[in-house]
């Protein structure tokens, strides 16, 4: 079975830096896009940056120029670095992928998330 396993999350002062990374694992065919939601407490999941298997990327308004997303397909892994964190970033960030495993379709795949906490 496929699964997404995220890692790097901690306690980071305002200003501070965080790298996340994500793997997946299992029989895996193809991977379109990979990228990272994260879901603060009481608030709905929102998409955070995600790209594609070309290397476009895409970033929620709120983390343009401080988040930059990458992946390496031979690893099929995706990668968040985090820079001037704010305690708005507070949050669980989970790993999201579109693939499709190697003898099943096309599906939507999540890590179990990794926390992240901004404080001084």
């Known amino acids: 079975q496929v699964q997404l396993v995220e890692s790097g999350g901690g306690l980071v002062q305002p200003g501070g830096s965080l790298r996340l990374s994500c793997a997946a694992s299992?029989?895996?065919?193809?991977?379109?896009?990979m990228g990272w939601y994260r879901q603060a407490p009481g608030k709905q999941r929102e998409l955070v940056a995600i790209?594609?298997?070309?290397?476009?990327?895409n970033y929620a308004d709120s983390v343009k120029g401080r988040f930059t997303v990458s992946r390496d397909n031979a690893k099929n892994a995706v990668y968040l670095e985090m820079n001037g964190l704010n305690p708005e970033d507070t949050a669980v960030y989970y790993c999201?992928?579109?693939?499709?495993?190697?003898?099943?379709?096309?599906?939507?795949?999540w890590g179990q998330g990794t926390r992240v906490t901004v404080s001084s």
């Open positions: 999201y992928a579109y693939l499709k495993p190697t003898m099943k379709s096309w599906d939507d795949y």
């Open positions: 790209i594609l298997s070309a290397g476009s990327t």
């Open positions: 299992g029989s895996i065919f193809s991977i379109y896009n």
